[in-house]
């Protein structure tokens, strides 16, 4: 048998040539005494060489990355979620692709995984001290409390693109565009545990964002409602009698 993967990195990316070299660097860095650690890479129709880019880098480091790309852009959601469905680890941790995650806190959201006894659950970064523009900021902040007043999720920074969790537990939520920011609320949804770690937040290098006021902020209304009107019909069950289907079971019969 092959060797048990016990990480997954997923990082989607855009035309983030300029990025990802150093994010993987330091990425392959950090998890090297991590047997099984992998990066999957989910080129979101890129039109600069980022995939070229991401494989020299990997090569070059010796660590194990997967790529996969869309012809088309998707957006981060898709993105992640292609990313997911390839991994091949229990472990889950999403980032970003633009450099401002640090690789660095990966170690500290596994720390605060094994403390947590749910099979599922989410570990939200974080980002404390921001370094974005002050006008980002603010549209974050506003974002966060209004989502927090309906959802009750109890994440400062749902927008954190850091965030570990198992990778069944992603399988069980109900995904959408832009679903990637209500994943705290969704495993809350179906029963499961959430926590919050501090990460660092690093400002972008190089490159654009792929976000604008429309994108952050008025779509986010309507994925606010859709996501309250999902909560609102989940029905989680509780299993209370499991069955080993190699277990014989004994039927008495009554006369």
């Known amino acids: 048998m092959g060797q048990k993967r016990t990480l997954s990195l997923i990082i989607p990316a855009k035309d983030e040539q300029e990025n990802i070299a150093n994010l993987l660097t330091e990425a392959f860095g950090v998890m090297r005494d991590y047997p099984g650690f992998e990066v999957v890479l989910v080129d979101d129709g890129s039109r600069d060489q980022t995939l070229d880019t991401a494989i020299r880098t990997a090569r ?16 981060q959601s898709g993105a992640l979620a292609t990313g997911i469905r390839h991994a091949r680890s229990r472990l889950i941790v999403t980032m970003d692709g633009d450099g401002q995650n640090d690789p660095a806190d990966i170690p500290a959201l596994l720390q605060k995984a094994n403390t947590i006894r749910a099979s599922d659950f989410c570990i939200a970064g974080y980002r404390k001290n921001r370094k974005d523009t002050a006008w980002k900021r603010f549209q974050s902040r506003l974002a966060n409390r209004v989502r927090d007043a309906l959802l009750h999720d109890g994440v400062p920074d749902t927008g954190c693109g850091l965030k570990l969790f198992p990778r069944s537990t992603f399988l069980k939520l109900p995904w959408f565009d832009h679903g990637h920011r209500f994943i705290p609320a969704l495993v809350r949804g179906i029963g499961g545990e959430i926590a919050v770690v501090e990460v660092n ?27 309250l009107w999902l909560l609102h019909r989940i029905r989680t069950p509780v299993i209370v009698n499991p069955v080993d289907s190699d277990t014989p079971v004994s039927v008495t019969e009554q006369s």
């Open 60 to 75: 070059s480091l010796g660590g194990r990355l997967i790529t996969v790309r869309h012809e088309q852009s998707i957006g």
């Open 201 to 227: 937040h690093r400002p972008r290098t190089a490159g654009t964002s792929k976000y604008n006021a429309w994108n952050r902020t008025w779509a986010g209304i309507l994925d606010l409602l859709g996501v």
